[in-house]
């Protein structure tokens, strides 16, 4: 037995199918890692890959950066956690706050599912209206409304002049469903046509710039716009799910469009490596978590949020991610995306790669996908995925499991080179499946 298998055969017996998070099982049993070093990571066997996961987009200067082991470790040894406030949280709010003009005040939480929630239950607390309207497919994290429609198919999602909201879990209230409204990506007509059939009931739309799930491909200025103006004109909020895409610019997704929101949801990178969430916006509508205010109108904490290992780890992580970096880490992903389209061309496969910023996917498919109907995979081309992903790993590449990949600022040409030249043995062994 290997170091992993036996690993997973005493895991079983106190996990759930022997994990903590769905998201890392492999068949036949996950891979456990033993350490990690910038943009590599080495497993329990010694066997060591380079890695485009970055625990789900999350570190975005690879592995134990040492400008952040070497403060947090200092801010260990001063303590963890408090009940108390840090000095550590009000540098990182300002950091962050200067850096993106529609932040005015900020709030930090533990994760990016708790940041989503809490962003959605402000707009319901400013509103003082109960539903949401998310884009179909989108990902959000597993609070019970964001969720909703996140794994639709085709059997249930229903006429695409109405989406169906269709739960992700086996129980989700029925009143739940019914309080989100789900709306096509990038569709204006569509998305408009639904949303006047909610008029006044609407506390905000929820929007990803950069849908995962969608497809990976940017939301048109046209649609945000659009979706702005019918926030504007019916007292409703815009607000913006950056957990994954604030990655992709120095003021996020967001820096990209002519409007801006009235909240943002972040997670992932800005905790340093760390477990993190926050929100941030207007102070208008950030003014609803204010204990200074008469009425509080969304009473809101969290046991570990803005612990200052996490701000301190975050704040170093956004400092050293700055308009340079920004800029040559999305030259790179520039750089693996054209050369990932050349190796496509070259062996003659009916595939594409989508993605900005730090971020690309590869599909299975002669053309970008334009929703996530049209990005959805069937068994097929999720057997053909996942024989893909198997090539990369097994050739020491690490992957997101859509076969998407996100870098690191630890990444230079050398390891996107070796991508491409992997990827394009596994597209040779995949184009005779394919034409069958
Ligand atoms: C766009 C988006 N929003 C929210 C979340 C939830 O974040 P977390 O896993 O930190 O709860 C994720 C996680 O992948 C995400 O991709």
């Known amino acids: 037995m290997s170091k992993s298998e036996q690993l997973f055969s005493k895991a079983i017996e106190y996990l759930p199918g022997g994990v903590s998070r769905n998201t890392i099982f492999r ?10 070093e910038g943009c590599y990571v080495t497993d329990v066997e010694g066997v060591t890959r380079i890695d485009f996961a970055n625990n789900m987009a999350s570190l ?3 592995h134990a950066y040492a400008p952040i082991v070497e403060a947090v470790s200092a801010q260990l040894t001063k303590g963890s956690c408090f009940t108390m406030a840090t000095e550590s949280e009000i540098d990182f709010a300002e950091l962050l706050c200067k850096r993106v003009p529609s932040f005015d005040k900020i709030r930090f939480v533990n994760s990016g599912t708790e940041a989503v929630m809490a962003m959605l239950k402000a707009s319901r607390a400013y509103t003082g209206k109960a539903k949401i309207a998310k884009v179909e497919g989108a990902y959000h994290g597993a609070y019970d409304y964001a969720e909703v429609s996140q794994t639709a198919n085709p059997s249930n999602w229903g006429d695409v002049d109405k989406p169906n909201s269709t739960p992700v879990a086996v129980g989700t209230p029925e009143k739940a ?7 096509p990506f990038n569709d204006v007509e569509r998305a408009i046509n639904i949303l006047d059939q909610h008029k006044d009931e609407i506390a905000c739309i929820l929007v990803d710039l950069l849908p995962h799930r969608v497809g990976l491909i940017p939301a048109s200025d046209e649609f945000v716009c659009a979706l702005r103006k019918w926030a504007d004109d019916n007292a409703s909020l815009l607000v913006f799910d ?3 895409t604030f990655r992709t610019n120095y003021a996020g997704a967001q820096q990209n469009y002519s409007v801006d929101p009235d909240l943002t949801a972040m997670g992932k990178m800005i905790g340093g490596g760390f477990p993190t969430g926050a929100f941030a916006g207007c102070d208008r509508v950030m003014k609803v978590l204010d204990p200074t205010e008469p009425k509080v109108l969304l009473p809101h904490s969290g046991t570990f949020s803005a612990n200052p290992v996490t701000m301190t780890a975050g704040y170093i992580a956004m400092r050293d991610f700055d308009q340079e970096a920004v800029n040559k880490l999305n030259a790179l992903a520039a750089y693996a995306r054209e050369e990932i389209t050349k190796v496509i061309n070259e062996v003659g496969i009916g595939a594409c790669v989508t993605g900005a910023g730090t971020m690309f996917r590869v599909h299975l498919k002669a053309q970008p996908p334009k929703n996530y109907r049209e990005a959805y995979m069937d068994k097929a081309e999720s057997k053909l995925i996942s024989e893909l992903l198997d090539h990369l790993f097994d050739n020491g590449v690490m992957m997101i499991n859509t076969c998407s990949a996100t870098l690191s600022t630890a990444m230079t040409i050398k390891e996107i080179d070796h991508l491409v030249a992997t990827l394009k043995g596994g597209f040779e062994m995949l184009l005779p499946k394919m034409n069958k």
Request: proline share 9%.
């Open 242 to 244: 950056e957990v994954i």
């Open 27 to 36: 068949k036949p049993h996950p891979y456990y890692a033993d350490k990690g």
């Open 177 to 183: 469903l019914e309080d989100v409204v789900i709306i």
């Open 60 to 62: 975005i200067h690879g």
